[in-house]
């Protein structure tokens, strides 16, 4: 029979074992939806980072941190735009620079999702007015997986300066 680990999308630490026979929990954990896959008239595909309950409340603090963060960046006002253009930035420090640099007030930070064809990304998303009087209302995503990798990598240069 054979046994396929699943682990920690962050710690790498194995959560579960899946054969045929079933499901062989080792450790509690969640589920983080990061991408849905439109299949057309067959539905969708959700795919998941399964995260240990340290991991996703490590999650959970980075994605409030950069709620707080945003909000010093720009002026928040409660609005959502119907025309705008969608950009996917891959790290809190740019979601940050583009708030500071681009927007004169944005939306309310709130989980939600971008689509580029049939690919919807989930993340943190926030809308931005811009400063100039010709610029495009963004929206803008910072998707799950990429707040992931950031605490991954600060785990493992925590565990390079107690080891070093």
């Known amino acids: 029979m054979t046994k396929w680990e699943h682990r920690c999308f962050i710690c790498d630490k194995v959560l579960f074992y899946e054969s045929s026979e079933g499901i062989e929990p080792v450790e509690v954990h969640l589920t983080v939806t990061t991408l849905i896959i439109d299949k057309g008239s067959y539905g969708c595909d959700y795919l998941?980072?399964?995260?240990?309950?340290?991991?996703?409340?490590?999650f959970i603090k980075k994605l409030e941190e950069a709620k707080v963060e945003l909000r010093k960046k720009a002026k928040v006002l409660g609005f959502e735009s119907i025309h705008y253009d969608d950009i996917i930035v891959y790290s809190t420090e740019s979601l940050y620079e583009l708030a500071k640099i681009y927007a004169s007030f944005i939306s309310n930070p709130e989980d939600g999702c971008v689509c580029k064809g049939s690919h919807c990304h989930k993340g943190l998303v926030v809308f931005m007015y811009p400063k100039v009087p010709l610029g495009r209302v963004l929206k803008v995503l910072l998707p799950y997986t990429a707040v992931m990798r950031e605490i991954k990598m600060e785990l493992e240069m925590s565990k390079g300066t107690e080891g070093g």
């Open 48 to 58: 998941h980072a399964n995260l240990c309950r340290k991991c996703h409340d490590r």
